[in-house]
């Protein structure tokens, strides 16, 4: 018996339907820093290579990030972000729906610490181990820069999650009083303190990793990271680490985290997302590349490339795993 010429036709169109459902737009979203568009770029090239259309990175607040993400849960489409501090950004993860509007699993960077550090020299000389120490007049008046007799702390940006522990702990701690929490673009407050460590003058800053500073100011070698006399934060309950030190900031993980139909609509995607990782030292080595003036798209392009070709059979691999799970 012959197959009708329309059955045959009616087969092939179900099965070129079939083979394209897979394909999506790609809606992209970073926080407003170049730093982090090395690793979010790693993830729209491997989305390129599962045969997704991906659109132009979004720079926005993390806040606005969530909840646009969040705003698509049933979405065809694939929104996503690839710098979930977690747990830095719990709380605004949580706020706009959490595991009910979102999909996330695996790390996708980790390791990523953060804190407060001073300058070697005079934490040697004065002996100070704790941001505790600087509740004393006589210790915060050593990092005053404009003459109020308050510790000036290159602190970090609204927004971003770590000023609310900072806060936090100004208050818990009782260093309102002696420490001044200096916010607005981190990049320019920490060049100042650069400045100032130059002139020989102390200093006292937030920074995390992966970030370019501590490739300049070298924990240990140029400054100490300080710790805190027990944890106080405003999202976890704990942030003493397994060997006792408390660094007062719990070790973060960078996650990739998107829309909840991209379980269901785009295994390819979900299974990508899950297996990806990136070494913290990578994105550290980048940065300083931005740092050293390499900072415009195309330069960062030609970082991905680099970084693709060097490590092309762990990203080959990321391919195969996704394209299996379609």
């Known amino acids: 018996m012959k197959t009708s010429p329309l059955i045959i036709s009616a087969a092939l169109s179900a099965a070129l339907i079939t083979n394209t459902a897979f394909a ?120 005053d820069h404009d003459g109020d007799g308050k510790a000036d702390l290159a602190g970090c940006n609204p927004g971003w999650g770590c000023e609310k522990v900072i806060e936090h702990q100004l208050d818990e701690y009782g260093l309102r009083g002696s420490i001044e929490h200096n916010q607005g673009q981190y990049s320019a407050i920490i060049s100042e303190t650069m400045t100032n460590y130059k002139l020989g003058k102390p200093i006292l800053y937030y920074t995390w990793t992966p970030y370019w500073v501590s490739g300049i100011l070298k924990p240990g070698k140029d400054t100490t990271w300080l710790q805190v006399k027990y944890s106080a934060h405003p999202v976890t309950k704990s942030t003493r680490l397994a060997n006792g030190a408390d660094y007062g900031f719990n070790v973060n993980a960078m996650r990739i985290v998107a829309n909840k139909s991209v379980a269901e609509k785009h295994p390819d995607v979900a ?48 391919i195969a795993q996704a394209k299996a799970a379609k």
């Not at 090239?45 to 132009?56: C, D, I, W, Y």
């Not at 990523?112 to 004065?126: E, M, R, S, V």
């Not at 990782?277 to 990578?282: A, K």
């Not at 550290?284 to 392009?301: F, H, P, R, T």
Request: proline share 2%; hydrophobic share 40%; net charge negative.
């Open 24 to 143: 999506a737009k790609v809606v992209p979203f970073q926080g407003a820093i170049a730093e982090e568009t090395f690793q979010t770029e790693i993830v729209n090239r491997a989305l390129t290579a599962l045969g997704h259309e991906v659109g132009s990175i979004n720079e926005v607040e993390y806040a606005v990030a969530y909840k646009q993400i969040s705003q698509e849960a049933n979405s065809d489409d694939i929104n996503f972000m690839a710098v979930n501090w977690a747990p830095l950004h719990e709380t605004m993860y949580s706020k706009v729906g959490g595991d009910e509007v979102f999909y996330r699993k695996g790390n996708y960077v980790e390791g990523c610490a953060q804190g407060y550090l001073i300058d070697k020299k005079t934490a040697d000389q004065y002996g100070i181990k704790y941001i505790n120490d600087l509740k004393d007049p006589k210790i915060a008046k050593l990092f």
């Open 271 to 318: 299974t990508l997302f899950s297996i990806m990782s990136l070494n913290v030292n990578d994105v550290s080595a980048q940065n300083q590349l931005i740092k050293d003036g390499q900072g415009s798209s195309v330069d960062i392009k030609r970082h991905v490339d680099s970084w693709i070709k060097a490590n092309q059979k762990t990203f080959d691999g990321w």
